[in-house]
Structures are given as structure tokens and as C-alpha cells.
């Protein structure tokens, strides 16, 4: 058993198995456990691959608050129960179907949330991160890729938050109601969008539609399907 209060623990992932490109850290379908059955207690763990590029995440369990740190990170199926989960200055992609990450609070130190979208529908078409938990966008750039170019009525839920936990902060530069360009055409950012807590881009098709913005996308949802 280990106990370590005295700040965070930082686990270097310099030696650690690689995938076949030999350009990353690859995390699937392992269990790191910090804390809980295995009774080992941390303030913090930090992860990181202070030689590689790219680390990916996909089906791995987390049991202490925890803080990512690379260049280029995807995520899918990332379970830290209730604990923290933060990324530390780096791209993060989400790359897998349903819930990409689990948490106490999610949160970005810098960095950027990298979505493509190539089409209309969310996760095969577009990429959306699906979170478990409350999400802090405070600090992080929304960086949108992909050739697509939104029809009439397009909209896009970029971050899916579950239940009734919190959206808070703003993506950088872009508060309520700011204007996105996707391929040439606008659209205006919502963080009570979906189901009032969601992160979405809408198409408000006309000056008449836009001007109820300030009563919020409750208001517009009504109009836009009367």
C-alpha cells in the first residue's frame, strides 16, 4: 500500500508500452488504480509522456483525480467515477462512440477541444464529446475541422453533457450567443443548448429568429418549430 499526500504523483509514460507507430502512449482497456480497492491514496496523479506526442485513451478506469498532459490526446470510455479528470495543454479528441469521459469535473488547463465535422450526425459524422459529470470549458480554444458545410437547420451538439450537471465557463473568445463559422457558414453558440446544459451550435435561419436570442434556445426551439 502507498500513501502519497504531498502534492501530485506524476507517472511518465517515457517507458511504457507503445503502440505500433511507436509515436504514442496507448491506454486501452486498462484499469490504473490509485486509490479505492487498491488502497493506494493520492492528492493527484499526473500523467504524462514527457518523449512522445500522442497519447490515446480508450476503456481505461481511473481511480484518483487526474491530470493528462501531451501534445495530442483522444479519448473514449475514460472512467474516473467521481474524480477529477483534466487536460493539461493539449489537443483532446474524443474518438469512440457513447460516454467518452466519466467524472467529477472535467476541465482544461489551456489547450484546445478538437472536433471535425464531416457531416449532420453526431459521433459518425461529427464528433462530439459525451461527457458523464460537470465540464469546465474555462481556458480551452474550440478548434473545428472537417469540409462540411452546414444546410438550413443544421445544428450540432458539440459537447453532450448527461443529467443535470453544469456547463460552466466558455469556450475562448466565444461567449453566449457568439457567431462560428463552419465552412462559411454561421452558426451561434449556445452552453444551455440539448437538453439545457449541452454545448451546441444552432442555425438561426433568419434576422427574426436571431433576435430572440436573448430569451435563450427554449425561446427559439418554440419558434423554430411553430
Known sequence: DMNYAGGPFVADLVSAPIDGSDNGFNASNVSIYFGGADNNAFDDLVITSTVRPNINISGATISSPVTFVGNNITVSALNAGGNNVNFDGATVTPSGFGVDITAGTLSFAGGSLGLAINGATADSQYQQLNVSGGVNLTGVQLNLTGAFVPGAGNNFILV???????????????????????????????????????????????????????????????????
Open 160 to 226: 453532450n453533457n448527461d443529467g443535470v450537471d453544469a456547463v460552466t465557463g466558455t469556450f475562448n473568445g466565444l461567449p453566449e450567443g457568439a457567431i462560428v463559422n463552419v465552412n462559411g457558414v454561421q452558426r451561434t453558440i449556445t452552453y444551455t443548448g440539448g437538453t439545457g446544459n449541452d454545448v451546441a451550435l444552432l442555425a438561426y435561419p433568419d434576422a427574426y429568429y436571431q433576435s430572440v436570442l436573448s430569451l435563450g434556445p427554449v425561446a427559439y426551439y418554440r419558434l423554430n418549430e411553430a
